[in-house]
């Protein structure tokens, strides 16, 4: 059964940093893009960033690129989202997410506020 659990989320000054986490189990990991979204009642749910098998590509949304990175670690069966320089639009609900045999699985989210 897939399944992911994400951390890190939290309560941020503008300027700040975190970094989120999604562990998975289910599948096999190092063979599967992970992808990472955010949703906000504004906007719903939008890309952030994804990152390929055995890092082969990494890409970003415009909001964030250049503040945002994403990386994995396949002995782990983790994705990562360092996130700085965290603006206010950047609060939103961030999940991770993989395409698996043609279904999209998420994590259960995990709310990042950024805020003063």
């Known amino acids: 059964q897939v399944h992911f659990v994400e951390s890190g989320g939290g309560l941020v000054q503008p300027g700040g940093s975190l970094k989120l986490s999604c562990t998975a189990s289910?599948?096999?990991?190092?063979?599967?893009?992970m992808f990472w979204y955010r949703q906000t009642p504004a906007n719903g749910r939008e890309f952030v960033a994804t990152?390929?098998?055995?890092?082969?590509?990494?890409n970003y949304a415009d909001p964030v690129r250049g503040r945002f990175t994403v990386s994995r670690d396949d002995a782990k069966n983790t994705s990562y989202l360092q996130m700085t320089s965290l603006k206010p639009e950047d609060t939103a609900v961030y999940y991770c997410?993989?395409?698996?045999?043609?279904?999209?699985?998420w994590g259960q989210g995990t709310q990042v506020t950024v805020s003063s």
């Open positions: 997410s993989a395409r698996i045999q043609g279904e999209q699985y």
């Open positions: 289910g599948f096999s990991f190092k063979k599967y893009a």
């Open positions: 990152i390929l098998p055995e890092n082969t590509m990494l």
